[in-house]
């Protein structure tokens, strides 16, 4: 790997996601309203640092809180605040019993009450409440059927919100008749208030028959309490709300290319709005690759080609890895021969699928020396195994929870 700009990579990754970390941002979205005692509840990868950022702006305001954050997210005690960490990316009987929890404290509000409602990406998974009839067993095996279908997050967040007791706006029906104020992190693209982590608390813009269009688009079999969940139809207005975005992926691109530029590379984003399958992707940033270097084209060198977003993977194989490692891996065959050039790919939360990596970087050289060890991309990549070569290959980006979750980057490096 070219060492020289890998350490440019790992610069623009440092730079990119310090300028999405949460706690800035919820603070000066709190400071900005009206101070009285409230009642706070975060869910998501980023709920720890949003409310440790709320517990300080809050002060003695502060009445109780709940956070529900993955596992190994939490980064220790905050005052007054219960802290959960539950499953993600597939639901598991803490985030229920955690939800429950949170239930119980939007049950004790009056008319004369506030809730801070802080929410980031991931939030679907750990925030949640079954209809009647629908057992933890027959959410996961819905997740794991949604997750390995290639369908889009807004997809399966459609379908899971018709599923639940807290989601597609439930959870501030649930709260009523005091107000909620949603402070958001958004990690979808175009930032879909609904969509994000599934909207608790915020009127859904899906339906019922669109849930129903997508389970039969991608052939998910679901059960006949499913079915009935899925007949009822989510909330379309809500007049207790008042809701604020706090952080986005087209801040982590534009914090890439701030870095880019002074690091010495023209930078460019390409889109905030990258939505396809990872290998696609990658073989498309390998495209590109090829014709700056052969034409000088269509950006003269040394270059940054900035995309965010989030792609997805249709799971064939039975191997280990995630779409940015996928994404990485598949660029690597074009990008074969390539001098000074370099991709990396990673989650600004810090972890890329069911793995301990944020994501992959390969260069020019990637190919050919994994061809020497007698490692094959192209079966790597049938088995959706890239988390094993890369992590042979020394590709692999690890960085551990960053604490926030605003989609993906991926740069393209040529110099």
Not at 2 to 14: E, G, L, N, R, V
Not at 84 to 109: I, S
Not at 153 to 168: F, L, Y
């Amino acid at each position: 790997m070219h060492t020289a700009m890998q350490a440019d990579a790992y610069k623009i990754i440092h730079h990119a996601v310090q300028a999405v970390l949460p706690g800035a941002a919820v603070k000066n979205a709190l400071q900005t309203i009206e101070r009285k005692p409230s009642y706070v509840v975060a869910i998501g990868k980023a709920a720890w640092k949003m409310a440790a950022a709320a517990a300080e702006v809050l002060g003695d305001d502060l009445i109780e809180g709940i956070v529900i954050t993955k596992y190994h997210h939490s980064e220790g005690p905050i005052r007054k605040m219960t802290i959960y960490e539950a499953g993600h990316p597939v639901p598991d009987a803490n985030g229920l019993a955690a939800t429950e929890q949170a239930l119980r404290l939007a049950d004790k509000l009056r008319a004369e009450d506030r809730m801070i409602f802080l929410v980031s990406g991931g939030g679907s998974a750990l925030f949640e409440a079954l209809p009647d009839g629908v057992t933890l067993d027959d959410l996961m095996k819905l997740t794991k059927k949604l997750l390995s279908s290639g369908a889009s997050i807004t997809e399966m967040n459609a379908i899971r919100k018709h599923i639940s007791k807290v989601k597609g706006g439930r959870f501030a029906l649930r709260c009523m008749p005091a107000k909620v104020i949603n402070v958001i992190l958004s990690d979808i693209i175009g930032d879909p208030l609904d969509a994000i982590a599934s909207g608790p608390a915020y009127p859904d813009a899906s339906t019922s028959e669109d849930a129903s269009k997508i389970v039969r688009r991608y052939g998910v079999e679901i059960t006949p309490e499913m079915e009935k969940s899925l007949a009822m139809e989510t909330p379309k207005t809500l007049s207790n709300i008042t809701t604020c975005v706090t952080g986005n992926v087209q801040l982590l691109c534009e914090s890439a290319k701030e870095m880019a530029r002074g690091l010495g590379y023209m930078p460019v984003v390409l889109t905030a709005t990258l939505d396809c399958e990872a290998r696609e992707a990658g073989a498309f940033f390998a495209a590109i690759a090829r014709q700056i270097r052969a034409k000088g084209e269509p950006f003269a060198t040394p270059c940054a080609v900035i995309a965010g977003g989030e792609t997805v993977v249709h799971l064939k194989g039975s191997g280990k890895g995630g779409r940015n490692q996928e994404l990485a891996l598949a660029a690597a065959k074009g990008m074969d021969g390539l001098e000074n050039t370099l991709l990396f790919s990673f989650g600004s939360d810090g972890t890329d699928g069911p793995t301990d990596a944020a994501g992959g970087m390969v260069d020019g050289n990637f190919y050919a020396a994994c061809a020497e060890k007698g490692l094959s991309v192209e079966d790597t990549l049938e088995n959706n195994d890239a988390y094993h070569l890369l992590k042979e290959m020394g590709g692999l980006i690890v960085s551990g929870p960053t604490g926030t979750n605003v989609n993906d980057l991926t740069v393209l490096l040529v110099r």
